[in-house]
Structure formats: structure tokens, C-alpha cells
């Protein structure tokens, strides 16, 4: 059944409670904040609603710092509140998603607390320890600049603890099979309470075995395999969209071979060639990160997306084309993190160039997978370079020109919203651009709307079309005896762009504007001529003279 692979033609949206809508007053987002928001979110035309962590955290490390799984963080507001949120979601037909952080805890965490004073605890084996420090302290470092080493002397147990991330995360020791049940406990528990998947942090280290004596980390894929099949067990159509940023050939491994372990996966490799493309208007990486990543099983998805709430992580890209990117959308060294990424957010990267904003999303909603927004994204949002780390591109939502963008009536936000320059509230708001026609806000609903009504993007195979020119990417999808084609042009010049459709009956092939009613017709030759502005898109549906006479007669 269709319903069973909803994620299949889902628009998600990822939102943080605390940064989102405060209802109370006191300065934090909450859950009756975010309820009050349900159905903006639902005419924008969302389907799956990701919700950060939420739950009690001291909140080091922006909630990823979990110090009790089966609870609210009470500035957020109860479980009482999160049941609430759940049913208004589910009335509105909108599912939600939350992150499911296991590869650590706070330290903070009772079973952490338990683990460092008892030795005789359970909980001693929950946790990676080392009665000496490890050769390899310095390796696999995960925040290069800001964290210093994986391994931490702790006094009161008199042991090194292993964190692959800050210190204050001590990674569990997953390969223990009651730190294995726990991690299922905790799933079943926010299923049971309307979550409809999960959105796995940091999943290669989350199956990787951890330990002073592992010298290479052996991926435990097995596991993927449990965590699926509980998931269907208890709820049949339950996922989880994993972070895990692996290279082409390791794919599989996770999807499984037959689907049977990961049913979704965030599309690294893509995101980071089209990064490349956006700033060289060079589409080849691009086009061989899409066919290196094409192989997947029929009921496995890739999530695609922009920028996520993490940096833009280049790390796979070649330090040319790295350097590439950073001179195009961080040339200044405050702009650039971790020594591999930039901590910007997409419409200040795109110096807030409509046509590139609009080609941009334009090319990740028509991309092989499922798209994902960040909250804000929809309006063009900004960050403030003057926070920290990545809590810049991590700021209250901008509702409107009241105080604090109408994200809160308190003096004192639990972050500051961004005001003045071109970013600010004052002009950058969902209020204002809800006026506005042609408003960039106006714009993404439509071609969400529009997406959602070309299911062959979601369900079908694609095609890399050859064109006359490189800077200009053509994608054909198939799926049901029904075509689209998609047209991006990444240079700063008009084009005239040829190629063929591939379609099977040459006499029957009009591309039908999905978007105006700039048509286009085979020419002599068979091959199509379109005419692209700068940074100009175009979305088709192949089809023949009867399916056109039939539009226009509607």
C-alpha cells in the first residue's frame, strides 16, 4: 500500500520548540507555541513535522546533550503537551518525526552519573572506558578547532571515558545488548505516543564498535536490521531517516541489500556536490554524485535537502572543489567551521539573490528523494555570525515586525532574534511576505503545492539527460507511464539550452511548463531548444497533443 511508504512523497519540515513560537512568555518556544503554528505549517503544504531534541537536556550542545529520553525539558513544556501536539498534528494530517540521539547522553544522565560512581553499576558497562588514556585519544576527532580529544579522565570513577563528540557526551557502549534494548524501549515509547519515525543523529558512530583497543571501527549493520525490525513490529509504517554521511559504496549497507534495514538516508553526497555546482556552475560532480548514489532498494528513500542545522559539511568534496565553495560562500574564516564546512545559512550564502534562492530550492525539490526544509527557509532567513559555532544559523523564527519577530513577548529571548540589515525581522517576516504575491514565501508554497503533485520525483527512476551545456542540469523522471522532465541552469547568463527527451514517441513529444505555459515542442532535428534566463528552472511534464488540448480545455 502506498500509506506503508509515506515517506515516499512527504515534505518535511525541521524546527526546533525552543527557537520556533513561545505561548507562555517566559522566552523559550514551547509546545503550545508550536500548536498554534500547526496550521501555517500545513497551508505551506508540510507533511512531516522533525522535531530537534526536546527532551531535559543542561543544554551544552543545543539539546543534543540528552539527560532523560522518556520525558519533556519543562521550558519546552510537558508530556502532556507533547500528547496534545501529537493529536492536533494528527488531525491535520501532518506526521511527526523526532531525533533520536543514542550514540551519547549528557553526562549529566542518571545512568552516566550511576556509571562514573559505581563500579558494581549496571550501568558501568552502559558507557566506553579505559583504565589508561589512549594512544589514539587524537583520532577521529569530530569538531576540529574545538574539541580536543575522544577520551576524558573522569576523578570519580578514575577511568578515561570515550566521547566521540564534546566531552560532556559520553558515548554509550551500543554494542552492549541492553544498551541495545534501551535504545528500542525508548522508540517504542514515543511511538506509542504518535511519533511516526525517527531521525537517527550520527548513525555510522552509533553502530561502530568503541573501545581504547579498536583501532578501525567495524560498522555493526546488523543492528540497523533490529531497530527496523522492532519499528515495524510495533507500529508497520514507523522509519528512521538516518544522518549518517558515508561514501556511494557503503550505501547499501545501510538501506540493506533487500531494503531490510534503513528505509531512509540523508543525501550527503549530493548536497555537497550541489554546493559545487551552485558556486562553479561545474554540474559533472553534480551529475556523478547523483548516478554514484542511484542504486537503492525500491522501498528505501533519500531525504534531500540544503542546509541543515548542523554546518554545511564539505567534507567529501576535494580541497579544489572545497575551496571553491568556501571563496564563493565563506570567504571569511568566521564564516567556516570545523575546518571542513560553513556555519551560514543558504540565503545570506546566495548574498539573498532571489533567482538563485529560487533555483536553488527549485533544483531540491526536484531531486531523487524525499526534500527537507529548515524552518525559516521558506521566508529567507539569515543568521548571526556573532553567535557561536552553530547556534548562528540556529535562531528564533521571525513572525512578524512586532518585538523579537513575534517569536516572544519577553524582554529576554532564550536567543537572539536577528534584527536590523538585511535579515532582519523588520524585513524578513512570515506576516509581511503573507501579503505579498510575489513574495518568496508565496513562491515555496506553490512549489511545494506543485511537488506534490509530480509523484514521479518520489516513486519513479531517473535519468541524467545529456545537454548542449554543461552549467545546465536536465533530469528525467519515469514512473507509471508518466515523464517529468526538470531544467536547471546554474550560470549567470541566459542560455539556449538543446537536448532530447528520450521520449519513446518522438512525433508525441511536448513538454508540457509545469510552472507558466512556456511550452515546448520537438524540433526537425528531435532535439528540444529551451531558453533559460540566469539561473532560470523549468519543471515538464512529457506528454503528447491530446494531454496539452486537455489542460487548456481545464
Known amino acids: 500500500m502506498l500509506n506503508d511508504l509515506w515517506y515516499k512523497n512527504a515534505i518535511v519540515y525541521c524546527l526546533s520548540v525552543g527557537t520556533f513560537m513561545d505561548a507562555n512568555g517566559d522566552g523559550v518556544g514551547d509546545f503550545q507555541g508550536l500548536i498554534r503554528r500547526l496550521d501555517y505549517l500545513q497551508g505551506l503544504g508540510i507533511t512531516t513535522i522533525w522535531l530537534m ?55 549529566q544522565h542518571a545512568w552516566f552519573r550511576e556509571a562514573r560512581s559505581d563500579p558494581d553499576s549496571k550501568y558501568r558497562d552502559w558507557y566506553v572506558w579505559s583504565d589508561k588514556k589512549p594512544r589514539n585519544a587524537q583520532d577521529g576527532i569530530v569538531f576540529p578547532g574545538v574539541q580536543k580529544s575522544t577520551w576524558t579522565y573522569d576523578k570519580q570513577a578514575a577511568l578515561w571515558y570515550f566521547h566521540r563528540f564534546y566531552d560532556f557526551q559520553p558515548d554509550l557502549n551500543t554494542a552492549n545488548p541492553h544498551v541495545q534494548a534501551e535504545i528500542l524501549k525508548v522508540m517504542g515509547f514515543w511511538i506509542q505516543l504518535g511519533v511516526s519515525g525517527f531521525r537517527m543523529d550520527a548513525v555510522p558512530f552509533v553502530i561502530s564498535t568503541k573501545g581504547a583497543k579498536v583501532g578501525k571501527p567495524v560498522e555493526q549493520y546488523n543492528m540497523l536490521r533490529t531497530f527496523r525490525e522492532f519499528l515495524q513490529w510495533r507500529k508497520g509504517d514507523a522509519i528512521i531517516l538516518a544522518e549518517a554521511n558515508v561514501l556511494p559504496d557503503t550505501d547499501l549497507e545501510y538501506f540493506g541489500d533487500d531494503g531490510e534495514r534503513l528505509q531512509m538516508m540523508f543525501n550527503f553526497q549530493v548536497n555537497q556536490n550541489t554546493f559545487y555546482t551552485l558556486a562553479s556552475a561545474d554540474t559533472a560532480p553534480l551529475k556523478k554524485a547523483l548516478l554514484a548514489t542511484r542504486p537503492r532498494p525500491a522501498t528505501a528513500q533519500w531525504g534531500v535537502f540544503l542546509r541543515n542545522h548542523d554546518e554545511l559539511d564539505l567534507g567529501r568534496l576535494s580541497p579544489e572543489q572545497r575551496a571553491t565553495v568556501f571563496a564563493a560562500f565563506g570567504p571569511d574564516p568566521d564564516m567556516q567551521l570545523y575546518e571542513r564546512g560553513i556555519r551560514r545559512r543558504i540565503a545570506p550564502m546566495l548574498s539573498g539573490d532571489r533567482r538563485r534562492l529560487e533555483l536553488a530550492y527549485s533544483l531540491m525539490l526536484t531531486l531523487p528523494g524525499t ?6 527557509d521558506e521566508i529567507g532567513m539569515g543568521d548571526d555570525l556573532r553567535l557561536p559555532e552553530r547556534e548562528c544559523a540556529r535562531t528564533p523564527m521571525q513572525w512578524s515586525t512586532e518585538p523579537h519577530g513575534g517569536f516572544t513577548k519577553h524582554a529576554r529571548p532564550v536567543a537572539r532574534v536577528i534584527s536590523g540589515g538585511p535579515y532582519g525581522y523588520e524585513r524578513v517576516n512570515v506576516a509581511d511576505q503573507r501579503r505579498d504575491p510575489n513574495s518568496f514565501l508565496n513562491w515555496t508554497e506553490r512549489l511545494i503545492r506543485m511537488r506534490r503533485e509530480v509523484p514521479e520525483i518520489s516513486w519513479g527512476d531517473f535519468a541524467v539527460l545529456r545537454a548542449s551545456r554543461n552549467d545546465v542540469l536536465a533530469l528525467r523522471y519515469d514512473w507509471r507511464n508518466n515523464s517529468v522532465l526538470c531544467l536547471h541552469n546554474f550560470s549567470a547568463e541566459a542560455c539556449t539550452v538543446k537536448f532530447k527527451s528520450g521520449c519513446a514517441n518522438p512525433g508525441e513529444d511536448i513538454l508540457i511548463n509545469l510552472l507558466s505555459d512556456d511550452h515546448s515542442q520537438v524540433a526537425p532535428d528531435g532535439r528540444h531548444s529551451v531558453v533559460l534566463e540566469p539561473y532560470g528552472y523549468r519543471w515538464y511534464r512529457i506528454g503528447g497533443l491530446d494531454y496539452l488540448l486537455k489542460r487548456s480545455e481545464v
Open 371 to 376: 526534500p527537507v526544509f529548515r524552518y525559516g
Open 53 to 107: 531534541p526536546f527532551q531535559p537536556s543542561p543544554g551544552l550542545d543545543a539539546g543534543y546533550d540528552i539527560s532523560d529520553y522518556y520525558n519533556v525539558d519543562p521550558r519546552y513544556g510537558t508530556l502532556g503537551d507533547f500528547a496534545e501536539f501529537a493529536h492536533a498534528c494528527h488531525q491535520r494530517g501532518l506526521r511527526v518525526m523526532i531525533d533520536l540521539v543514542v550514540n551519547h547522553t549528557s553526562d
